[in-house]
């Protein structure tokens, strides 16, 4: 890893010693970092001049709570000072580097994607949290030059932008609406900077856009260790405008330079009132050493921040020991720097003598590194079996409790306020762990996304934004999930597109990653839901921080150079999100990871399986020998080959032991996104007007492109009954049944997006997909239709969850499907125009024969093979012992097979004969 001050491509040592520094920091206070100690600085008050910051705190990583940034990985504390950080992991990722979208969307398929691009970033800034200014105010930074530009990299080009004089600035934002206005985005701050080829300046929001010429002169131009400073007064006394006056000086005393740049009757509302802080683009490297403000008649905000930023468990790492205590993995990430996290368990959500009597669970030391920021895994044991009753947690940081969410408090400024649902007003809650016992409750989740927008049920538009954050809010519309406790869920599923990692940036440092993270999953309500509810995690291609992440093409863009991507930054996204969705301690970036999973309830008797429908594919390409003369047919290698594989041999394999061996009544699978061909691809993107255009990269998205891998799976899914497949990324909420299999496969999400996938012709109650398989759909809730017959939606805006039931009780257990508008209560008619409840005998094909009834140890798992062992159904038996599974699908009558039971340490087999179904 290179340092992040260097100049070049040093050792990393350098690197990590900032990181041990980072640890070393915790314990310093965060309230505000270090503003100087002046009694009218306190919030809600006026005050004269203030050290807004003197940055005397130890080296980190972090740049302390009084900022914000959607950059933070464009600085560090160091020496004392805000250092700009040049060098980053994953700084030189490119907008899309994915060949696929390059062919159909960015050039039409023209031509072979130029590899060569320039990955100079654009300007960064960091807001101060507790200032947002109005009216007349003065703002002095002082900054100090560090070193040259440094020299270009092997390899790099010298037309790139970031090796022009001109390029590189350091100075002042002042007029953001957002405290996100940063690297191209919102643009509506004002940049008073010095520029490294001696210039400096005011610049208007916008650049040329905005229709303001900068106001620019000639400045000394500085060198490696020269002083200067930034000053900015805006004065007068017109309401609506106002000057605007920038100051560089350079030096002190008597040999100091100063160069003065002014503009008369700025609008105030466009130019000078909102966020100010720190802002930067380049290689220029310089630090900022205090940063000073005269407020005039602004008064400084209240600013409430968690320590936490989220602790959430896995439910897919449950185990039971050896020694019969049950423990699970806890995924937790901190705002800030730290040494050690630690949960305690309890049976209730006060317990007596309060938290801090509880004893600590488990533990794990808070870690930065190249794919790291402020995490710890944390392997815990449960004080009970979470079969037998409903558990309680609360998170401490260095032996201090940081559970609660203060930003939910009624006079606090930050994202979410008025924005949230059942999430209680003060944030004053604990972490809590459902009792796992039917019936099982499950809330389907995806396609999650930073929004710019909130729908506003009075119908006044989009909010004020006067907390900082109106563009970008922890939920798309007020009042988001306002019931979701009267679901009595247990378990959220967070299913593709869970973050979007590079929706609004790609982010160039592994800070501004887990920014992107953090917040999009733990805004108020986000993690609110993480931390109420056993979750799976189990992120989609955006979440890689690249579209269409699939296929060969996403394991040689890792490890290669040469092929138009930043390898480290997709090794990065790659180690991030198997650390957070699975809890590994240091995943490889560059091997193909293995993620599939499968999470069998405490009763055993209902069972969760995760597969990963995307990596593990063979090429979306079409073309093969096409440089051998087979170039003529770009679709030789169609997506209906029977070579073509979706799962990989390995994880089909795995999903092929699960199902013919698992004895859970009831198993829900998730992660296979679409086998049945229902949508639409892209169209515009492939220049077609044929809407499953093979080389159309959307509906190459859908896992039931690769028709042969699709077929293989739904044969294994309807060879036994009560199985229901469910997936996100469409961005429609639907249920449909495969007739032939009696299999249930459902779709849910947005919960944040919109860009619901487009729906095949002859789309209707009964209907056929794109490769022939005949369908009952049930539900359609879409940004378009509210139900299978295409009837125009209404109501509101189309965000839905599905929720989920399983009840593996009696003879024969219940499947309740039904797609949910955030909004709504469980009272509520379902959306989409249909819901399902049904049983497990209705599910998969039918059966051909039956077995005898079966009679052996009570409360056992069940394996049945053939004569010479392989598998072909698991099962439980009852408290009398007796055997639940009626008959077997593609068994003839006649068959002998082995019956199996095993429970603790005992086991009993026996050998019947098959018969035929009544």
Same mark, same amino acid.
């Given at each position: 890893?290179?340092?992040?001050?260097?100049?070049?491509?040093?050792?990393?040592?350098?690197?990590?010693?900032?990181?041990?520094?980072?640890?070393?920091?915790?314990?310093?206070?965060?309230?505000?970092?270090?503003?100087?100690?002046?009694?009218?600085?306190?919030?809600?008050?006026?005050?004269?001049?203030?050290?807004?910051?003197?940055?005397?705190?130890?080296?980190?990583?972090?740049?302390?709570?009084?900022?914000?940034?959607?950059?933070?990985?464009?600085?560090?504390?160091?020496?004392?000072?805000?250092?700009?950080?040049?060098?980053?992991?994953?700084?030189?990722?490119?907008?899309?580097?994915?060949?696929?979208?390059?062919?159909?969307?960015?050039?039409?398929?023209?031509?072979?994607?130029?590899?060569?691009?320039?990955?100079?970033?654009?300007?960064?800034? @960091?807001?101060?949290?507790?200032?947002?200014?109005?009216?007349?105010?003065?703002?002095?930074?002082?900054?100090?030059?560090?070193?040259?530009?440094?020299?270009?990299?092997?390899?790099?080009?010298?037309?790139?932008?970031?090796?022009?004089?001109?390029?590189?600035?350091?100075?002042?934002?002042?007029?953001?609406?957002?405290?996100?206005?940063?690297?191209?985005?919102?643009?509506?701050?004002?940049?008073?900077?010095?520029?490294?080829?001696?210039?400096?300046?005011?610049?208007?929001?916008?650049?040329?856009?905005?229709?303001?010429?900068?106001?620019?002169?000639?400045?000394?131009?500085?060198?490696?260790?020269?002083?200067?400073?930034?000053?900015?007064?805006?004065?007068?006394?017109?309401?609506?405008?106002?000057?605007?006056?920038?100051?560089?000086?350079?030096?002190?005393?008597?040999?100091?330079?100063?160069?003065?740049?002014?503009?008369?009757?700025?609008?105030?509302?466009?130019?000078?009132?909102?966020?100010?802080?720190?802002?930067?683009?380049?290689?220029?490297?310089?630090?900022?050493?205090?940063?000073?403000?005269?407020?005039?008649?602004?008064?400084?905000?209240?600013?409430?921040?968690?320590?936490?930023?989220?602790?959430?468990?896995?439910?897919?790492?449950?185990?039971?020991?050896?020694?019969?205590?049950?423990?699970?993995?806890?995924?937790?990430?901190?705002?800030?720097?730290?040494?050690?996290?630690?949960?305690?368990?309890?049976?209730?959500?006060?317990?007596?003598?309060?938290?801090?009597?509880?004893?600590?669970?488990?533990?794990?030391?808070?870690?930065?590194?190249?794919?790291?920021?402020?995490?710890?895994?944390?392997?815990?044991?449960?004080?009970?079996?979470?079969?037998?009753?409903?558990?309680?947690?609360?998170?401490?940081?260095?032996?201090?409790?940081?559970?609660?969410?203060?930003?939910?408090?009624?006079?606090?400024?930050?994202?979410?306020?008025?924005?949230?649902?059942?999430?209680?007003?003060?944030?004053?809650?604990?972490?809590?762990?459902?009792?796992?016992?039917?019936?099982?409750?499950?809330?389907?989740?995806?396609?999650?996304?930073?929004?710019?927008?909130?729908?506003?049920?009075?119908?006044?538009?989009?909010?004020?934004?006067?907390?900082?954050?109106?563009?970008?809010?922890?939920?798309?519309?007020?009042?988001?999930?306002?019931?979701?406790?009267?679901?009595?869920?247990?378990?959220?599923?967070?299913?593709?597109?869970?973050?979007?990692?590079?929706?609004?940036?790609?982010?160039?440092?592994?800070?501004?990653?887990?920014?992107?993270?953090?917040?999009?999953?733990?805004?108020?309500?986000?993690?609110?839901?993480?931390?109420?509810?056993?979750?799976?995690?189990?992120?989609?291609?955006?979440?890689?921080?690249?579209?269409?992440?699939?296929?060969?093409?996403?394991?040689?863009?890792?490890?290669?150079?040469?092929?138009?991507?930043?390898?480290?930054?997709?090794?990065?996204?790659?180690? @991030?999100?198997?650390?957070?969705?699975?809890?590994?301690?240091?995943?490889?970036?560059?091997?193909?990871?293995?993620?599939?999973?499968?999470?069998?309830?405490?009763?055993?008797?209902?069972?969760?399986?995760?597969?990963?429908?995307?990596?593990?594919?063979?090429?979306?390409?079409?073309?093969?020998?096409?440089?051998?003369?087979?170039?003529?047919?770009?679709?030789?290698?169609?997506?209906?080959?029977?070579?073509?594989?979706?799962?990989?041999?390995?994880?089909?394999?795995?999903?092929?032991?699960?199902?013919?061996?698992?004895?859970?009544?009831?198993?829900?699978?998730?992660?296979?996104?679409?086998?049945?061909?229902?949508?639409?691809?892209?169209?515009?993107?492939?220049?077609?007007?044929?809407?499953?255009?093979?080389?159309?990269?959307?509906?190459?998205?859908?896992?039931?492109?690769?028709?042969?891998?699709?077929?293989?799976?739904?044969?294994?899914?309807?060879?036994?009954?009560?199985?229901?497949?469910?997936?996100?990324?469409?961005?429609?909420?639907?249920?449909?049944?495969?007739?032939?299999?009696?299999?249930?496969?459902?779709?849910?999400?947005?919960?944040?997006?919109?860009?619901?996938?487009?729906?095949?012709?002859?789309?209707?109650?009964?209907?056929?997909?794109?490769?022939?398989?005949?369908?009952?759909? @049930?539900?359609?809730?879409?940004?378009?239709?509210?139900?299978?017959?295409?009837?125009?939606?209404?109501?509101?805006?189309?965000?839905?969850?599905?929720?989920?039931?399983?009840?593996?009780?009696?003879?024969?257990?219940?499947?309740?499907?039904?797609?949910?508008?955030?909004?709504?209560?469980?009272?509520?008619?379902?959306?989409?125009?249909?819901?399902?409840?049904?049983?497990?005998?209705?599910?998969?094909?039918?059966?051909?024969?039956?077995?005898?009834?079966?009679?052996?140890?009570?409360?056992?798992?069940?394996?049945?093979?053939?004569?010479?062992?392989?598998?072909?159904?698991?099962?439980?038996?009852?408290?009398?012992?007796?055997?639940?599974?009626?008959?077997?699908?593609?068994?003839?009558?006649?068959?002998?097979?082995?019956?199996?039971?095993?429970?603790?340490?005992?086991?009993?087999?026996?050998?019947?004969?098959?018969?035929?179904?009544?």
């Amino acid at each position: 890893m290179p340092d992040p001050h260097s100049q070049g491509d040093v050792d990393r040592r350098r690197f990590l010693k900032l990181s041990a520094a980072t640890a070393a920091a915790a314990g310093v206070a965060a309230s505000l970092d270090h503003a100087a100690p002046i009694a009218s600085a306190a919030p809600g008050a006026p005050n004269a001049a203030v050290v807004v910051d003197d940055f005397d705190r130890p080296d980190t990583l972090y740049h302390g709570d009084g900022w914000e940034s959607l950059n933070p990985g464009y600085w560090s504390i160091v020496g004392k000072a805000m250092r700009r950080r040049l060098v980053n992991i994953g700084d030189r990722a490119r907008n899309t580097g994915f060949p696929y979208h390059y062919e159909t969307h960015q050039k039409g398929g023209h031509g072979e994607m130029p590899r060569d691009y320039d990955p100079s970033l654009p300007h960064g800034s @960091i807001y101060r949290r507790d200032w947002r200014l109005t009216g007349n105010y003065s703002i002095t930074a002082a900054f100090t030059v560090r070193s040259d530009v440094p020299a270009r990299r092997e390899g790099d080009d010298p037309k790139w932008a970031m090796y022009q004089p001109g390029y590189g600035e350091m100075g002042l934002a002042i007029g953001a609406r957002s405290q996100f206005d940063s690297y191209g985005k919102i643009n509506q701050a004002w940049r008073v900077v010095y520029s490294d080829d001696g210039r400096f300046g005011v610049y208007p929001a916008g650049g040329k856009k905005s229709g303001l010429k900068p106001e620019v002169a000639d400045a000394p131009k500085l060198a490696p260790g020269d002083k200067a400073t930034i000053t900015i007064d805006v004065t007068g006394g017109n309401a609506q405008n106002a000057d605007l006056a920038a100051t560089l000086t350079v030096g002190e005393g008597a040999t100091a330079k100063t160069v003065r740049v002014e503009l008369k009757n700025v609008k105030r509302a466009q130019a000078t009132d909102g966020w100010f802080g720190l802002t930067a683009q380049g290689l220029l490297d310089f630090e900022c050493n205090t940063l000073t403000l005269d407020p005039g008649a602004n008064m400084r905000l209240n600013v409430a921040l968690n320590e936490c930023h989220n602790c959430y468990a896995l439910g897919h790492t449950l185990r039971q020991n050896r020694d019969g205590r049950w423990t699970v993995q806890f995924v937790s990430m901190f705002r800030n720097d730290g040494r050690r996290a630690e949960v305690r368990i309890a049976d209730a959500p006060t317990p007596n003598g309060g938290w801090a009597s509880v004893p600590v669970a488990g533990a794990g030391d808070i870690i930065n590194n190249e794919f790291r920021r402020n995490t710890a895994l944390i392997d815990a044991v449960l004080p009970a079996s979470p079969a037998e009753k409903t558990l309680y947690y609360t998170v401490w940081k260095d032996g201090v409790d940081v559970t609660a969410d203060p930003r939910l408090g009624t006079d606090a400024v930050g994202p979410g306020t008025g924005n949230v649902g059942d999430v209680p007003a003060d944030g004053a809650y604990v972490g809590r762990l459902p009792q796992l016992r039917a019936p099982y409750k499950l809330c389907g989740l995806s396609c999650h996304a930073i929004n710019a927008n909130v729908a506003d049920p009075s119908g006044q538009g989009r909010p004020s934004g006067n907390d900082g954050s109106f563009y970008v809010r922890d939920q798309p519309t007020y009042e988001a999930y306002k019931h979701l406790d009267a679901y009595d869920f247990q378990v959220m599923l967070w299913e593709d597109d869970v973050w979007y990692m590079e929706l609004v940036i790609y982010p160039p440092s592994t800070d501004d990653a887990y920014k992107i993270v953090n917040t999009s999953i733990s805004g108020p309500t986000s993690r609110w839901q993480c931390m109420r509810h056993w979750n799976i995690v189990n992120p989609g291609d955006h979440d890689h921080g690249m579209d269409d992440v699939k296929g060969p093409e996403q394991l040689v863009i890792r490890n290669r150079g040469d092929l138009g991507q930043d390898p480290a930054y997709m090794v990065r996204n790659f180690q @991030i999100v198997s650390h957070l969705s699975r809890g590994r301690v240091n995943p490889s970036g560059k091997d193909n990871p293995k993620r599939w999973c499968a999470w069998k309830m405490p009763d055993r008797d209902f069972t969760l399986a995760v597969c990963d429908s995307r990596l593990w594919r063979t090429s979306q390409d079409t073309a093969i020998w096409d440089d051998e003369g087979w170039g003529f047919d770009k679709t030789i290698y169609s997506r209906k080959d029977p070579t073509r594989a979706l799962l990989g041999e390995e994880q089909h394999a795995w999903l092929t032991q699960l199902i013919r061996t698992d004895s859970s009544p009831l198993i829900c699978l998730t992660g296979v996104n679409g086998m049945h061909t229902i949508w639409t691809g892209g169209g515009k993107y492939s220049n077609t007007t044929d809407q499953f255009a093979e080389r159309d990269r959307v509906a190459a998205d859908y896992a039931g492109w690769v028709s042969a891998g699709a077929d293989r799976i739904i044969e294994l899914l309807g060879s036994r009954d009560g199985v229901v497949s469910v997936y996100g990324d469409v961005h429609n909420g639907s249920i449909m049944r495969n007739t032939k299999h009696r299999l249930y496969e459902c779709s849910f999400g947005p919960i944040g997006r919109s860009g619901g996938r487009g729906v095949i012709d002859g789309f209707g109650p009964r209907m056929k997909d794109v490769d022939g398989r005949e369908l009952d759909m @049930i539900a359609l809730y879409h940004a378009q239709y509210g139900s299978p017959t295409l009837e125009k939606r209404t109501g509101p805006f189309y965000w839905n969850f599905l929720e989920m039931a399983f009840d593996p009780r009696g003879d024969d257990p219940k499947i309740g499907l039904r797609v949910r508008n955030m909004v709504d209560p469980p009272t509520l008619e379902p959306r989409g125009g249909g819901k399902v409840d049904d049983t497990a005998a209705n599910t998969g094909r039918p059966i051909t024969c039956r077995l005898p009834k079966v009679t052996t140890l009570k409360g056992a798992d069940v394996l049945i093979t053939t004569m010479d062992g392989a598998p072909i159904r698991g099962g439980r038996t009852d408290a009398a012992g007796v055997l639940g599974v009626a008959g077997l699908v593609d068994v003839e009558p006649g068959t002998r097979v082995i019956v199996t039971a095993f429970v603790g340490e005992a086991a009993h087999a026996e050998v019947v004969t098959t018969t035929k179904p009544a």
